[in-house]
C-alpha cells in the first residue's frame, strides 16, 4: 500500500524554466509534509517542508503548495538550474504516528543548460 | 562528527550469510531512523528509534532483520540469512525532535551499500 506516490518517475526541463514535481497521498491523517533531494551517493537532504495548516511555503526558489482537499502537493523551483539535477522525495507524517516519514518513489529532475 | 556517519560504506556478502551495518546518528539527536532504497525505488521504511519509547518495527520485511540502538546513540541493522532481494543502499537518519511537528527534518548518512551474490 503505498500511501505516498510520485507517478512521474522523471522530469526533464530547460534551465531558467519552472520544474513542478508532483506528489498525491491518501492518509488523510498525515498533518507534515516534507521534500528530500538526493544527488547520487550521498544521503537524501532536507528541502522545504509545509505544515497541514498552511496550503503554501516558500523559501527562496522553492514553494510548497499542499491541497488538502484533493490529498495533494507540488514542489515548484523557479527558476531551475543545472544544479537542481537530482532526485526529488516527497514525504509524509502521521503526528500520531511519532515521528515517522513515509517517503514517495522519488522523480528525477534533470535541468538542461 | 558533525553529521550522520553510517559503516560500512559498501558490503558484499554472500547468500545466507549474517552481515550488520552500523549507524552513528548526530550528537543529541533523540530519533533514529532505518531507511533501504533498493535499485529503481523509492525510500523504504523498516525502523524508527524514538527516545526511550519502544521502537517502531512496523518496516521490518521479515524476521530476519533487526536493529538495536545502544544507549539512546548508536544503532546496528542485523541482516541474518541474507537473501538477494536483500541487496539495496541502506540509509540511516537522525532527528533532534521527537515533539511537534512530529516527523521533523531528518538528516540522513549516506548509506550503506549491500550487494548479496
Known amino acids: 500500500d503505498q500511501q505516498v506516490k510520485q507517478n512521474s518517475p522523471s522530469l526533464s526541463v530547460q534551465e531558467g524554466r519552472i520544474s513542478i514535481l508532483n506528489c498525491d497521498y491518501t492518509?488523510?491523517?498525515?498533518?507534515?509534509f516534507l521534500w528530500y533531494k538526493k544527488y547520487p551517493a550521498e544521503g537524501p537532504t532536507f528541502l522545504i517542508s509545509?505544515?497541514?495548516?498552511?496550503d503554501k511555503n516558500e523559501d527562496g526558489r522553492f514553494t510548497v503548495f499542499l491541497n488538502k482537499s484533493a490529498k495533494h502537493l507540488s514542489l515548484h523551483i523557479v527558476p531551475s538550474q543545472p544544479g537542481d539535477s537530482a532526485v526529488y522525495f516527497c514525504?509524509?507524517?502521521?503526528?500520531?504516528?511519532?515521528?515517522?516519514?513515509?517517503f514517495g518513489q522519488g522523480t528525477e529532475l534533470s535541468v538542461k543548460p | 562528527g558533525a553529521g550522520v556517519s553510517q559503516s560500512p560504506s559498501n558490503k558484499v556478502t554472500e547468500k545466507g550469510k549474517d552481515v550488520e551495518l552500523r549507524c552513528d546518528p548526530i550528537?543529541?539527536?533523540?530519533?533514529l531512523y532505518w531507511y533501504r532504497q533498493s535499485l529503481g525505488q523509492g525510500l523504504e521504511f523498516l525502523i524508527y528509534?524514538?527516545?526511550?519509547?519502544?521502537?517502531?518495527k512496523s518496516g521490518l520485511p521479515s524476521d530476519r532483520f533487526s536493529a538495536e540502538r545502544t544507549g539512546g546513540s548508536v544503532s546496528t541493522l542485523t541482516i541474518q540469512r541474507t537473501q538477494q532481494e536483500d541487496s539495496a543502499v541502506y540509509l540511516c537518519?537522525?532527528?533532534?525532535?521527537?515533539?511537534?511537528?512530529?516527523?521533523?527534518?531528518?538528516?540522513f548518512g549516506e548509506g550503506s551499500r549491500l550487494t548479496v551474490l
Open positions: 509545509i505544515s497541514s495548516i498552511k
Open positions: 528509534f524514538q527516545g526511550n519509547s519502544a521502537p517502531d
Open positions: 537518519a537522525s532527528s533532534k525532535r521527537t515533539g511537534v511537528p512530529l516527523g521533523g527534518k531528518l538528516f
Open positions: 550528537s543529541g539527536h533523540t530519533a
Open positions: 514525504a509524509a507524517s502521521d503526528g500520531n504516528q511519532g515521528g515517522k516519514l513515509i
Open positions: 492518509n488523510s491523517m498525515f498533518d507534515y
